[in-house]
């Protein structure tokens, strides 16, 4: 036995193609459980991409991409919905329905997917809201939240599930440094005490070296690093070097 761990999250020589447009070119990572992987690239590179594909939500041209052991590319509906109860994700933009309140909208998955009653719903809501600090907001409009409190709604709500896998997207997009912090302080909470794995895509390095126990760089659709923070931040890789040069300055600056 090699004591090499066990992945959640495989992906083997995955090809993406729109039309003529190359998006995704061989891409190979492998994610053990209870890891944080911050996934870094210039725009375009395919970061958010590699997350639709986790969902299911597109298909690649090849290669595999596997969840706890199982192809998720080509499972039935009924199969990749059993998946995807598995995996939460927290969007961009948030994604809260803007008709219904905080406490239904962390309500909802449960309400659809779980059988649940409706005491137990409650109970999973506000053990959701307390743990982002929006145990007081149950009944606000999402419009009635700051941004940051958005995001952290919808952390909550992609909690709701009790997912073993929750993917980010661009979690800190927008947000000033305290409110970054406080989201980066969440992904850091659920990888400790609630062993959850999370892939977070961002381009706000600070956040990316203070929640990362992985990295990796995607550039041109080809995922040309992969290692830990340390070894990222001291690659020799010109693209990396690149990528970095403004965030080393930055620190040099402060110093």
């Known amino acids: 036995m090699s004591g090499k761990p066990e992945a959640l999250v495989e992906m083997q020589g995955v090809k993406l193609s729109f039309a003529e447009k190359v998006i ?4 190979d990572f492998s994610l053990p459980a209870q890891e944080v992987l911050v996934i870094m690239g210039l725009s375009g590179s395919g970061k958010s991409t590699l997350l639709e594909l986790l969902l299911g939500l597109l298909r690649p041209d090849g290669g595999s991409i596997l969840f706890s052991g199982e192809q998720i590319a080509g499972l039935s509906r ?4 059993a998946v995807r109860r598995r995996i939460g994700m927290v969007f961009q933009n948030s994604a809260l329905i803007s008709s219904m309140d905080v406490g239904d909208n962390i309500a909802l998955p449960l309400t659809e997917l779980s059988d649940k009653n409706s005491e137990e719903i409650r109970a999973i809501v506000d053990r959701n809201l307390d743990l982002v600090g929006l145990l007081d907001a149950r009944e606000k409009l999402p419009s009635e939240l700051s941004g940051g409190m958005q995001k952290r709604a919808g952390l909550a709500r992609a909690l709701s599930l009790d997912p073993e896998l929750v993917l980010f997207d661009e979690p800190s997009a927008g947000l000033d440094p305290v409110n970054s912090k406080i989201i980066d302080d969440l992904i850091i909470r659920l990888r400790d005490q609630r062993k ?6 961002t381009h706000e390095m600070e956040s990316a070296f203070a929640v990362a126990t992985r990295m990796a760089f995607l550039h ?4 040309i690093f992969e290692g830990t923070p340390e070894e990222f ?3 020799s890789n010109p693209d990396v070097t690149a990528f970095l040069s403004p965030y080393v300055a930055h620190l040099k600056n402060k110093e």
């Open 78 to 81: 009924r199969k990749l919905n």
């Open 220 to 223: 041109r659709g080809k995922m």
């Open 24 to 27: 995704l070119e061989s891409v």
């Open 196 to 201: 959850v794995t999370s892939i977070v895509v």
């Open 233 to 235: 931040k001291n690659s």
